[in-house]
């Protein structure tokens, strides 16, 4: 059973940065996908950043040339720098892993991602 625990969220004014971290136990070592979803209330869960397969991006549109997302080499974490922050960025930030690599066109359904962390808040102001 893989655990997520994700952290950096917070409170920012627009134009703002924040650095959101996800630790992965136990380290994953197969280069499944993996990525960074949000959801605000009464929306939906939206892909924001995926990495779909070793070296393979993608970006939601709203969030291209703002939010960068990385993992580190050891498997054991995936980071999700935002930039340039608007207020609606605001919502929850869940990362999530699936159990084997996807195709990049299936790699914004939250469907076929396995385990999900607890969420960590990013409220943007004005």
């Known amino acids: 059973q893989v655990q997520l625990v994700e952290s950096g969220g917070g409170s920012v004014q627009a134009g703002g940065s924040l650095r959101l971290s996800c630790t992965i136990s136990?380290?994953?070592?197969?280069?499944?996908?993996m990525g960074w979803f949000r959801q605000s209330p009464g929306g939906e869960r939206e892909a924001v950043a995926i990495?779909?397969?070793?070296?393979?991006?993608r970006y939601a549109d709203s969030v291209k040339g703002r939010f960068t997302i990385s993992s580190d080499k050891a498997g054991n974490a995936l980071y999700l720098q935002l930039d340039s922050l608007k207020p609606e960025d605001t919502a929850m930030y869940f990362c999530?892993?699936?159990?084997?690599?996807?195709?990049?066109?299936?790699?914004?359904?939250?469907?076929?991602?396995?385990?999900w962390g607890q969420g960590t808040q990013v409220t943007v102001f004005s």
């Open positions: 136990p380290a994953i070592n197969n280069n499944p996908c």
């Open positions: 990495i779909p397969t070793l070296a393979t991006f």
């Open positions: 999530a892993v699936a159990n084997r690599v996807c195709s990049i066109s299936s790699s914004f359904s939250p469907a076929i991602y396995d385990y």
